[in-house]
């Protein structure tokens, strides 16, 4: 059958990468909560990709990896800056502030779905008095919701704006395989060296079963991460297999070869949308979704052929994630639909 799913990255399978190592892992009895071999492979994985001594946690999902990451930086008189479009504002049930015991979440703006240094600024600095709930921390999404990438100079400043300002520096990498792709920098460079205390490094969207690891860069910020995980349900009793998709998902570069190739899909059709008269990116394409503005026909018509896409912000706007299991038939055929929907 036609795969016509386009409404997330997380509506793929697992890759083969992944699934080979649970395969593998899945063999004899080991020690649990993390304390087997394969909890220890993936953690030092994990250390050598980012070329530093980083405190590894491994959680069943995004919302737990930054509720619970942001929780860590966080009194619950504190705050957090986030974009006004980032998940944990617009996708996480208040999980942050419930986390936290009631962390304050502070919206910012800025262009294409990323933070605006300036704004940022403006929040922090508004309001300084006993009222208001002290800023903290600052969290970007990288990539962003919008299917745009923060440059390296972009996190960079961003980075020494909260070591100036005394913020912590969290970032939400659901899909940090893209962004890292597009950019075809070093992990490294895109986080701690560039500021980043905190990384949730999202494994799920990338292709694994499930799980996303949480990355501290900044050792005092780990201090009892593993209670906060156990507390909050998120502490895998079989560990290993939690932990050995990322093994083989950092073999081979396997990470950054599907992560490059669900990002090629998406300016596949990017690419072919912008050509279209009616039609128009309301971003541009730089990781693996696309965002367009369809005619309002259109829209209906392809839903109506069982095409599965989210549509966005408001009428007509159109989300398209592409994966490490979308082809460029799928996306040719998108296309073609898409053209003869058209009014
Ligand atoms: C998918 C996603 C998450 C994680 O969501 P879960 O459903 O909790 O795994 C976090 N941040 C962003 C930007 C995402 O797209």
Known sequence: MLHTEFASDNTSGICPEALNSIIEANSGVMASYGNDD????????IRDLFET???VFFVFNGTAANSLALASLCQSYHSIVCHKLSHVETDECGGPEFFSNGTKLLLADGADGKLDLADVA?????????????PRAVTITQSTEVGTVY???EVQALGAACRDMDLSFHMDGAR????V?????????????AGVDVLSFGGTKMGMPVGEAVVFFNHDLAQDFAYRCKQAGQLASKMRFLAAPWVGMLQNNAWQIRAAHANAMASRLGAALSAMPGVA?????????????????TAATLKARGWSFYSFIGAGGARFVCSWATTAEQVDALVADIRQALP
């Open 38 to 45: 394969w909890t220890r492979r993936a953690c030092d994985a």
């Open 53 to 55: 001594d980083a405190d």
């Open 122 to 134: 403006r929040v922090v600095a508004a309001r300084t008095d006993i009222h208001y709930p002290k």
């Open 151 to 153: 440059s390296l100079a």
């Open 176 to 179: 940090f395989a893209n962004a």
């Open 181 to 193: 792709a597009h950019l075809q920098v070093s992990p490294a460079d895109l986080t701690w060296r």
């Open 281 to 297: 990116l309301m971003f541009p394409v730089q990781a693996n979704a696309v965002f367009a503005t369809l005619p309002e026909t």
